[in-house]
């Protein structure tokens, strides 16, 4: 199936190797925890661990994982640099507070 996020990673992950030219750098990104989703400069690129080649230049990623709060970080990658890009993402809820009410008496 074309629509399918695996369908979708492939598809830019053989843009971005497509596209990273002679001086090709290459990026790996773990995250905590695995297999959090990564969009590099706004292309899905799949759970991570992976690794991938790109353009030497600014980049942007953008890491989600359900429950968790998004990341977004950018680097600057050199000519043939490999970078190891590693994203802890923080719980979405630990800022709420819960509030228990007493039940009321009659």
Same mark, same amino acid.
């Given at each position: ?41 706004? !292309? ?7 690794? @991938? %080649?790109? +353009? ?8 989600? =994982? #359900? ?12 000519? !043939? ?7 802890? @993402? %923080?719980? +979405? ?8 009410? =007493? #039940?009321?008496?009659?």
């Amino acid at each position: 199936p074309v629509g399918t996020p695996e369908a979708i990673a492939k598809t830019n992950l053989q843009f971005f190797q497509t596209h990273s030219g002679p001086n090709a750098a290459q990026i790996a990104v773990h995250t905590v925890p695995d297999h959090a989703s990564a969009w590099i400069d706004g !292309k899905f690129v799949g759970p991570a661990p992976l690794t @991938l %080649k790109v +353009a030497p230049g600014h980049h942007q990623i953008l890491v989600r =994982a #359900p429950n968790m709060q998004e990341s977004m970080q950018e680097f600057d990658l050199a000519a !043939k640099q490999t970078q190891s890009i590693d994203v802890a @993402l %923080k719980s +979405a809820y630990q800022n709420q507070v819960v509030i228990h009410w =007493a #039940p009321q008496k009659q």
